[in-house]
Each structure stands twice: as C-alpha cells, then as structure tokens.
T-cell receptor, first 112, second 115 residues
C-alpha cells in the first residue's frame, strides 16, 4: 500500500521568504502528484499537478518531481499571511481510478 | 459552475447514534469519492463509485458504515452506531474519468464529533 510522508510537519516563514515543503512516496510506479491547500474548516484546493520529472509552476507555486528518488516538493514564492494553511501532498497511479493517497499534511504559518 | 456540495457541515452525536452525510457532485462527473480525515491527518479513502457502481469499498468499515449512489449522481454516507473514533471530517470529491486528468474536486466537508 502506498505510503506518503511529508516533512516538515510544520513550518513558519516570514512574509516574502521562500517556503519549501517535501513529500516522499513509496510506490515507484506513481505518476500523478498534486499539492493541495486546506484552510481551516474548508475543502481542499488544488495548487499544482505534476506528472513527469522536473518542474511545474502555477503562479507562486512550483512543484519539483524526482521519481527516481521518490520525492516531490512544493516551493511557495513570496508567501503571504493568507497562505497560512495545511498543505497536503497527494499521489496516485494512472489506472487506479484516481485513488489519491495523501500525506498527513504540513502546517504553514506565514508571519507578517 | 457549482462545486461539490455537502451537508450537513457539522454534526455532534453521542456514541451509538446514527448520522447520514449527503453529497452533490459537480454536474456530469461520473466518479464520486468519500474520504475520512481525522484531525491532524491526511484524508483516507473510504469508498468510491463510478456512476452507481461501487468500485472500491475495501477501506469502508462495513459493520457500521454504508454508502450509496443510487442514480449515479448524489450520494449518501451513513454511519450507524457511531463511536468516538469516528470523529473526523468526511470529505466528498468528484471527478470526470474521461477527462483523464485525474483531477478531483472536493467539497468543504462534513465535520463529525462523537462524544
């Protein structure tokens, strides 16, 4: 069964400084990777999806994927206090009906 | 376009009581998922449907949990004889298989507290 682990569990950065979050997965055949953001008592908002090794940018959010190292990361450029939320890494394999396996999440706090 | 709608948003029960959660997916989405998210944990898949058929319910505690999607549109997740360990947010998501993006769209969730 897929294991998805995120680090760090929590992170505090100052407004404007880069924030970086990490995610490792166990199934090397995985080929769908997404980062979601979850504000308190709200649903999940997809930030960026990546399907092949390399980098994918969506606005201030950039995902880096290295499947050989079973690692995907999220970098947030110029974070703002409104970016304070829980960030979830989700992994799936095409052909599995989009069954996502999630990490526990990382709590990001952006201080003014 | 309306998103995924869930109700109720909040429920508080005593142990042993029953509760039903309702989900209205995005119009035209053929696949519907129910996830359980305990506090400070990531969501965990309980069950998912393609149209009205259950595709995978292997993680659904079958003795007390049940889920249906009778017409392939709305869905109901029911918990009978709730336990404190069922305290969690129940998230519904939908997707369109033929779009082949693997993109899921989530509702805001139903937060359950069992006392």
């Amino acid at each position: 069964q897929q294991k998805v682990q995120q680090s760090p569990e929590s992170l505090t950065v100052s407004e404007g400084a880069m924030a970086s979050l990490n995610c490792t997965f166990s199934d090397g055949t995985s080929n769908n990777f997404r980062w979601y953001r979850q504000h308190s008592a709200k649903g999940l908002e997809v930030l960026v999806s990546i399907f092949s090794d390399g980098e994918k940018e969506e606005g201030r959010f950039t995902a880096h994927l290295n499947r050989a190292n079973l690692h995907v990361s999220l970098h947030i450029r110029e974070p703002q206090p409104s970016d304070s939320a829980v960030y979830l890494c989700a992994v799936s394999r095409q052909g599995t009906g989009s069954k996502l396996s999630f990490g526990k999440g990382a709590k990001l706090t952006v201080s003014p | 376009e309306a998103g995924v709608t869930q109700s109720p948003r909040y429920a508080v029960l005593q142990e042993g009581q029953a509760v039903s959660f309702w989900c209205d997916p995005i119009s035209g989405h053929d696949t519907l998922y129910w996830y359980q998210q305990p506090r400070d944990q990531g969501p965990q898949l309980l069950v998912y449907f393609r149209d009205e058929a259950v595709i995978d319910n292997s993680q659904l505690p079958s003795d007390r949990f049940s889920a249906v999607r009778p017409k392939g549109t709305n869905s109901t997740l029911k918990i009978q004889s709730a336990k404190q360990g069922d305290t969690a947010t129940y998230l519904c998501a939908s997707s369109f298989l033929r779009a082949n993006t693997g993109q899921l769209y989530f509702g805001e969730g139903s937060k359950l507290t069992v006392l």
